[in-house]
């Protein structure tokens, strides 16, 4: 929407959406299943005293699940915003030198750099 904003809508289509959300919550439920599937077998193998929730994952698992629940996000976010702020970047730049040719003076706040 930022990078190509007249292509937007050519793009993104509703049924798109939902189908990308619906997959995301599938992978997720698939994802926490495979994740606690050792506690659904002998429910309540884990557990000392009533009400406690516990589940055991291996070194492996827990290894895979700080890399695909907390850093993979987190990069595809920090690579997303660098790409916006690139763009705007990129917008502004433009935006002023238009300015510039348009009018001789030019008052530009420091907020807006």
């Known amino acids: 929407a930022i990078c190509y904003p007249l292509h937007y809508f050519t793009k993104v289509k509703p049924k798109r959406v939902q189908v990308c959300v619906c997959l995301c919550w599938m992978f997720a439920a698939l994802y926490t299943g495979l994740l606690l599937k050792n506690n659904l077998q002998p429910p309540g193998?884990?557990?000392?005293?009533?009400g406690e929730c516990v589940y055991e994952i291996n070194?492996?698992?827990n290894l895979?699940?700080?890399?695909?629940?907390f850093i993979f996000p987190i990069t595809v976010i920090v690579i997303l915003y660098i790409r916006i702020f690139g763009v705007v970047v990129y917008q502004a730049r433009a935006m002023r030198s238009h300015i510039v040719?348009?009018?001789t003076k030019v008052t530009v706040k420091?907020?807006?750099m």
């Open 59 to 61: 070194y492996i698992a």
């Open 45 to 50: 193998r884990y557990n000392s005293c009533i």
């Open 101 to 103: 040719v348009v009018t």
């Open 64 to 69: 895979f699940d700080l890399i695909i629940s």
């Open 110 to 112: 420091k907020s807006e």
